[in-house]
């Protein structure tokens, strides 16, 4: 290969890596059944834009209710979290039972997991203006109460309400507010790689933050710790 096909190479890579794809590993539950810990993704960041030249030319779309969203976590840039959408900008949102109503419909929400039997109050009958909770973001809880009217949220504009699946154990717009459309970067395309957890008693699990330990015990069980009916899965 000649020096200029190989920067050309290289151009393209960055290019796709930069403004296309993203690669993200799922770090915690919160999304379980439909995305599980050790699930590596790559991320379209192509899908919704973002760019006010862009937007007028390409075949962007808008952010949908039920679309799944990685993002910036708003109280934490450096950090990326990954929920779905359930209210998108001029909605009512209000959770009764746990079960969500958007401008006064029940939603149906075939993919959500409840993980535990006892119920919360906040958490389950939301938004409630009167029981701050551990874990609940101050401004947050002061910007709430501009927000409720007739015991529902009305989403601001360019904002987003997101939950997690696994509904009983994601910290989410419930905790610490809206997704601002700024933040957003992009949705799961596919899960290309799928790793199960890592036996105790190996190298890997006992080094957790060697990456050289861990890339040689992936390397050398491979098939052993991949979820091969995950890998190559596209993610709905």
Request: glycine letters at 6%; a negative charge; proline letters at 6%.
């Amino acid at each position: 290969m000649s020096v200029q096909s190989l920067l050309a190479t290289v151009v393209i890579a960055v290019f796709v890596i930069t403004f296309v794809v993203q690669a993200f590993q799922i770090p915690s539950e919160s999304m379980e059944n439909t995305l599980l810990i050790g699930d590596y993704l790559l991320v379209d960041k192509f899908r919704y834009g973002g760019s006010d030249f862009w937007d007028h030319i390409m075949p962007y779309r808008a952010i949908h209710r039920g679309d799944i969203v990685v993002f910036r976590y708003p109280v934490n840039p450096t950090q990326h979290f990954v929920k779905r959408v359930v209210g998108v900008p001029g909605d009512h949102v209000r959770l009764v039972a746990r079960r969500v109503y958007v401008n006064g419909v029940a939603i149906d929400e075939p993919y959500v997991r409840y993980s535990s039997r006892l119920h919360d109050v906040f958490r389950d009958e939301f938004p409630r203006t009167n029981i701050p909770v551990p874990g609940l973001e101050g401004a947050w809880w002061l910007q709430m109460q501009k927000l409720v009217e007739d015991g529902q949220l009305i989403i601001p504009e360019d904002s987003y309400f997101v939950l997690g699946d696994n509904r009983d154990e994601s910290l989410d717009s419930r905790y610490w507010g809206f997704v601002p459309r700024e933040n957003v970067i992009g949705r799961p395309l596919l899960i290309y790689w799928s790793v199960r957890e890592l036996d105790q008693d190996s190298p890997a699990a006992s080094s957790p933050g060697d990456k050289l330990v861990h890339f040689a015990y992936a390397a050398t069980h491979l098939f052993q710790i991949t979820r091969w009916d995950r890998t190559f899965r596209l993610v709905k």
